[in-house]
Every structure is written in structure tokens, then in C-alpha cells.
């Protein structure tokens, strides 16, 4: 059993509160008596004094032992002190040395982050490590540097997640309703995540945001860049799902002249746009799997080749994703790679839909209007009644859906005051339905008729229906009886409509 001394280091972690930013100087190892303590598990004796010299160099303390067995009995007598804040793990140990027996013991060691060891041909192993809880894997024989890369993420982890343990108490004394960061609200989910931006920024951690359209993905990712060191740096936001996938490659990676029809003029891609600053990769699971092995190599080596250049490009980003697709799910069913979400998955952070948080949407309304009347340099208020159908309305588009409806009804009010005029105007479908339930479709008329005599009757006081919640207007009834314009008037002329 070999021990190495620690010497403590520090990052910043920024808070964002309210209009200011306030910074503190927060220790990883948090007090010296709590030092960053690691486990080291390997059978490998000369390996052991190499990896644990090398760790000293970079300021940890570390406990060596030959098997898992002991491994467990250090780990469990360590618990009961000030503990060990990482583990890395062989997985080919004594008595088998069969890594499909060290997998059994991943698991073994709580919240504390495990990084495995693995062979050449072990990629398989390892990523099964990794799903069941390892934080990361090194292939022999370890890169010093990668090594102490690897270790410092996986410190600066363990340290943000027990940070996170201590929110809840904090959050219920937490006040006001927006912050500089747009994201608005007072409902314990948007606290929570308020205080999760600001503790994550400060690292240099990938952030995968998951939740669904119209939640605020791309607010949340330009907080993160905010209170980052890299806020004076550039903020590229990508959205895969939009670039079509045979252009993809050129727009990330960037062009030569001459690399294919077309290219008269070298072209700087967004991931050079990107460097020393941050990546925002929108709608990451829509990438085709093609692009996501190159995606894949830039991450893991931060260089990569422009389209038509055997130049290589080094980067520094910081990577945020985000995505509505259940990721771990497209993995399952081969749409996704999964080296690539290990390795962009990080931090998760989850965004809810607006009905899981009605209360916030009294305070989303007054935002958006306020920021509607300065933009238009008017003074408009909403009546009562339009806060309450707005509060008690389903919205699937989540909280873009409901901004695009209130400026709408801005939009087309007369007065200074939005009322339910205006709404139903702009959602002249629930006048519309009203219309449809009036009809009588029993009526003993249309039943003395044969089928396409009633067919008939119904289209004809369907069309007037609609012709009547839209004021006459051929267009907008055309589109709520889902026909075309022309289908609508050759309709109402068969049937003498008279509109």
C-alpha cells in the first residue's frame, strides 16, 4: 500500500443572484482536513507507484491496493473518516482476472465517481462499465496528462453533485421572479435551476440539457456561457435537426477552396467560430450517425481536418448539447452512438413542460408584455379574465407558445387593455368547435335522406359554421376546415351559399 502527500488547489464558482454577480473562491478539497484522498485499484505494482507519482505531481492523495476484495475493505474503513473522493478501477483483477468479474464491483462504491482501466480490445467493457455508473475509462497504457485531465472532471463532479444535495433548503428561502439570465419564474424547478447554472458555469464540464420543445434549452445554454469564464469569448449555437446532413460536415468543419463545386473561397466553419469560447449544439439527436463519429474525434482530441484540408485544426470549447429525444432510448435503437453520448451527457439538466409549473405563467405573461410594450412603445394591461384562460389553458408548445399567443392578441388589440376579444380572435377554433356542437346531427330531416344527402347538409352547415366564427374570411375558414381556399369557394358556389 503506497501514500502520497496532497496539495490543495481552487476553482471559482460564480452565483448568479437577481442583478448582480457575486464570486467566491471555493476549494475543491473544500478545508485541508478534507483532502482529495483517491483509491487506486491495480494488480500491476510498478504501475500503482507510476500512476500514484504521477497524481502526487498534480496535488492528490493517493491509496493503492492489488485487488478488489481489498479494495472494498480500504474504501469501507475510509468511510468512516473523511472518505475517498475518487476510485480508479482495473477491471482484469485477481483471483480470475476476468474483466467481466470486475464489472460486479463498479457499482460498489456509492456516489463516489469510479474511473476504470481497460485494455486495447476492452472498449465494450468498458462502455458496459460506464452504464453501470463509471464515470469515464482509460485505455492502457495511460497518458499521464489524460490521466490527470480525466481525474480533475471527475473531482470537480463528485464536488458539484454534493453541492447540488444542499439546494432544496437553500431554494425555499431563495426570492424574486426573474434573474439576468431570462429565465423567469418563481416554482421551486426554475429556483433549482437558477442555482444549478450558476454553480456549473464556472466548470469546464460538457452540459447536456433534455426536456421538451419550448422549455427554455437554449436560455438555459446561454446562462451557462454567461457566467462562464468564457463570457467575453464566442457563443455559436448549432441546430442539427436544421443544417441538412450533406452540409452539415462543411458548416461545422469549415471548407477549402476548391473541396467541391462550389467553394471559390476558404470558409471558416462554425467550430473555428466556436474556439475559446462555447459550442451549443441544438437538437443533437437529429445528427446523422455519420457526422457523429466526427463529432466524436473533435471532442475527444480537440483537433479536426476543414473539408479539403489535410491541415489539422486545434480547438478549445466548451461543449453544452441539448435535446428533446430520449437519448439513452435512440441509443438502445442504434440513431445514436453511444461513445458520443457518454461523452456529451456530463452534467444533465432537465427542463419540465409549463404545465408542471403553472404558477410561473402569471409572471411569464407580465414579462413578455413588458418587454412587448417597450419594444412597440405602448402601455397595454390584460383584463382578469384573459390571466385566468391563459393560467387554465394546456399549452404542448410550452412557454414559446405562449409568448407567440400573447403577442398575437397585442398584436391585433384595438384598446389599451388585452381582452377575450382578442383571444378568441386569435383561437377562433373554440368558437369554432361551439359552432360544430350546435349542430344537430340527429336531426330527423337529414335522417330521411339517403347518406350522401346528409354528407351534403352536414359540409353545408359546417361551411357556414366556419365562414361565420371568421367574419366571411374564405382564407382562415379554408384552413380550419382543412381544405384549400379554391376547394372552399368551389364549395360554397355548388351549394349557393351566397358568401
Not at 27 to 49: Q, T, Y
Not at 222 to 241: A, Q, T
Not at 423 to 450: C, H, P, V
Request: charged letters at 25%.
Amino acid at each position: 500500500m503506497t501514500r502520497v502527500d496532497f496539495r490543495p488547489g481552487g476553482i471559482w464558482l460564480k452565483f448568479g443572484l437577481a442583478d448582480f454577480l457575486c464570486c467566491y473562491v471555493i476549494s475543491v478539497s473544500v478545508m485541508k482536513k478534507n483532502r482529495v484522498k483517491i483509491l487506486l485499484v491495480d494488480d500491476e505494482v510498478a504501475f500503482c507507484e507510476l500512476c500514484a507519482l504521477w497524481l502526487l505531481q498534480a496535488g492528490f492523495e493517493v491509496v493503492t491496493c492489488g485487488d478488489a476484495q481489498q479494495g472494498q475493505s480500504l474504501f469501507i474503513e475510509e468511510q468512516k473518516k473523511n472518505g475517498f473522493q475518487l476510485v480508479i478501477h482495473d477491471l482484469a483483477l485477481p483471483p480470475t482476472f476476468k474483466p467481466e468479474d470486475g464489472l460486479l464491483h463498479v457499482d460498489k462504491y456509492g456516489e463516489v465517481p469510479v474511473i476504470v482501466l481497460t485494455g486495447h480490445d476492452d472498449r465494450s467493457l468498458a462502455l458496459r462499465a460506464m452504464e453501470l455508473g463509471a464515470w469515464d475509462f482509460i485505455a492502457k497504457p495511460v497518458d499521464p496528462e489524460l490521466l490527470k485531465v480525466i481525474v480533475q472532471r471527475a473531482i470537480e463532479k463528485t464536488w458539484l453533485l454534493n453541492q447540488v444535495k444542499t439546494l432544496e433548503s437553500e431554494l425555499l428561502a431563495t426570492q424574486g421572479t426573474a434573474d439576468s439570465l431570462g429565465l423567469i419564474g418563481s416554482s421551486p424547478s426554475i429556483l433549482a435551476m437558477r442555482e444549478l447554472i450558476a454553480r456549473i458555469a464556472p466548470t469546464q464540464v460538457a452540459v447536456f440539457i433534455q426536456g421538451p420543445s419550448g422549455t427554455g434549452k437554449e436560455i438555459i445554454a446561454n446562462g451557462l456561457h454567461r457566467l462562464s469564464d468564457r463570457v467575453h469569448k464566442p457563443f455559436i449555437s448549432v441546430h442539427c435537426g436544421a443544417i441538412p446532413a450533406e452540409l452539415l460536415e462543411s458548416e461545422l468543419f469549415g471548407y477549402k477552396k476548391g473541396a467541391f463545386t462550389g467553394a471559390d473561397s476558404d470558409r471558416k466553419g462554425l467550430l473555428a467560430m466556436a474556439d475559446s469560447g462555447t459550442l451549443f449544439l441544438d437538437e443533437i439527436g437529429e445528427m446523422p450517425l455519420a457526422m457523429q463519429v466526427k463529432l466524436l474525434r473533435v471532442l475527444q482530441e480537440g483537433s479536426y481536418y476543414p473539408v479539403g484540408s489535410r491541415t489539422l485544426e486545434n480547438i478549445n470549447i466548451r461543449l453544452i448539447s441539448a435535446t428533446n429525444r430520449d437519448l439513452p432510448v435512440a441509443v438502445q435503437q442504434g440513431e445514436f452512438r453511444d461513445d458520443l453520448y457518454y461523452r456529451i451527457k456530463g452534467l444533465t439538466l432537465s427542463t419540465i413542460a409549463l404545465k408542471s409549473r403553472v404558477e410561473d405563467i402569471p409572471l411569464l405573461l407580465s414579462f413578455f408584455l413588458k418587454n412587448y410594450n417597450d419594444q412597440h412603445q405602448v402601455s397595454l394591461t390584460m383584463e382578469r379574465s384573459v390571466l385566468n384562460w391563459f393560467s387554465q389553458t394546456s399549452w404542448p408548445g410550452n412557454v414559446r407558445e405562449l409568448k407567440n399567443t400573447l403577442e398575437s392578441a397585442a398584436a391585433i388589440c384595438l384598446s389599451d387593455k388585452i381582452t377575450m376579444q382578442e383571444i378568441k380572435l386569435i383561437r377562433n377554433e373554440l368558437e369554432l368547435a361551439g359552432e360544430m356542437q350546435s349542430i344537430d346531427f340527429t336531426d330527423d330531416d337529414l335522417l330521411d335522406k339517403n347518406l350522401e344527402q346528409q354528407v351534403t347538409e352536414l359540409e353545408k352547415k359546417l361551411i357556414v359554421a366556419a365562414m361565420k366564427v371568421n367574419g366571411n374570411n374564405k382564407t382562415r375558414s379554408a384552413q380550419k376546415l382543412g381544405i384549400t381556399r379554391q376547394g372552399l369557394i368551389n364549395k360554397i358556389n355548388r351549394y349557393d351559399l351566397g358568401f
